[in-house]
């Protein structure tokens, strides 16, 4: 799957519609990997907070995109799993922005590198 390795710097771009088959795959794996990440978060709310479902996914949606969370926790517990993964989420937010604009960024960077040509800096 030539559109999922990103291609070397000495490669010709590719084509535009290999480039959307990219970003579709990129996103699909950043969505999953987001999806992951919020279902970890509102099974540790539900199970550790005693939180319904709703407000269990509330809360880690709320800490996953860096807002702070809704309801008050009670227990060392769960005042614990809030810690931890409040430190997940920073991380893995900015693991999906960072595969979600890859193929943008290296687009940007391959055309720029290709409009160089053999020129030396």
Not at 9 to 35: C, I
Not at 71 to 98: H, N, P
């Amino acid at each position: 799957m030539r559109t999922l390795r990103l291609e070397h710097k000495t490669a010709e771009l590719l084509p535009r519609q290999g480039f959307w088959v990219r970003v579709f795959w990129y996103s699909l794996f950043g969505n999953l990997f987001l999806g992951v990440s919020l279902a970890i978060g509102a099974v540790g709310y539900h199970l550790t907070a005693g939180l319904g479902w709703v407000d269990a996914f509330l809360n880690a949606s709320m800490i996953l995109t860096g807002m702070g969370p809704v309801d008050r926790l009670e227990t060392d517990t769960a005042k614990i799993f809030a810690a931890c993964y409040a430190i997940f989420s920073g991380v893995s937010f900015l693991t999906f922005c960072g595969v979600l604009f890859t193929p943008f960024y290296h687009r940007f960077m391959h055309r720029f590198h290709l409009d160089l040509g053999d020129r030396q800096l």
